[in-house]
T-cell receptor
Framework: DTAVSQTPKYLVTQMGNDKSIKCEQNLGHDTMYWYKQDSKKFLKIMFSYNNKELIINETVPNRFSPKSPDKAHLNLHINSLELGDSAVYFC?????????????FGPGTRLTVL | GENVEQHPSTLSVQEGDSAVIKCTYSDSASNYFPWYKQELGKRPQLIIDIRSNVGEKKDQRIAVTLNKTAKHFSLHITETQPEDSAVYFCAASFTGGGNKLTFGTGTQLKVEL
């Protein structure tokens, strides 16, 4: 009965590679998000999608490309990985995108770029 | 854009004592203020939230207060227990803002026996 799930949990890769992280929610929510948590634990939003439509796109390098095939899934593809991309990436979801809905986080994907 | 400051960055208390974490925000349009708890290696989980039409909210040992005029909000944990040890994040968002949460920098709370 996992609410928000992500795969993989750990991802270790070399600089310059391309990798993807997948997220799925079974809560019936309309809005999904990607957050990055750096080594100092700072949590910052990267993207959000509402019913498959991109609504938040923070200042993120265009090497990062989110894709939402349906409202239950939000994937993150990263091209040409750099050392600075090493972080924990959290997916989250909320019922709507109106600004006051609780966001439920996935377990995170720890990305290590060597 | 919104900026949320959080203090202190670390807090150590004795078991049974109270803990208070404070946040300030910059955007007067913000009207939703959740608090998340993140245990080591785990996901952030909502522990309490408050909306701008309310000044205080309690849930057992946890309470949150909001001062809209001063743009301050605080988390109060009473009778702390070792399992309260975690990183706590405050956040802010506003209606119509796409549910964009701006997080504070986190407070590492350690409850010592």
């Amino acid at each position: 009965d996992t609410a928000v799930s992500q795969t993989p949990k750990y991802l270790v890769t070399q600089m310059g590679n391309d990798k993807s992280i997948k997220c799925e929610q079974n809560l019936g929510h309309d809005t999904m998000y990607w957050y990055k948590q750096d080594s100092k634990k700072f949590l910052k939003i990267m993207f959000s999608y509402n019913n498959k439509e991109l609504i938040i796109n923070e200042t993120v390098p265009n090497r990062f490309s989110p894709k939402s095939p349906d409202k239950a899934h939000l994937n993150l593809h990263i091209n040409s990985l750099e050392l600075g991309d090493s972080a924990v990436y959290f997916c989250a979801s909320s019922q709507s995108g109106d600004g006051t809905d609780t966001q439920y986080f996935g377990p995170g994907t720890r990305l290590t770029v060597l | 854009g919104e900026n949320v400051e959080q203090h202190p960055s670390t807090l150590s208390v004795q078991e049974g004592d109270s803990a208070v974490i404070k946040c300030t925000y910059s955007d007067s349009a913000s009207n939703y203020f959740p608090w998340y708890k993140q245990e080591l290696g785990k996901r952030p989980q909502l522990i309490i939230d408050i909306r701008s039409n309310v000044g205080e909210k309690k849930d057992q040992r946890i309470a949150v207060t909001l001062n809209k005029t001063a743009k301050h909000f605080s988390l109060h944990i009473t009778e702390t227990q070792p399992e309260d040890s975690a990183v706590y994040f405050c956040a802010a968002s506003f209606t119509g803002g796409g549910n964009k949460l701006t997080f504070g920098t986190g407070t590492q709370l350690k409850v010592e026996l």
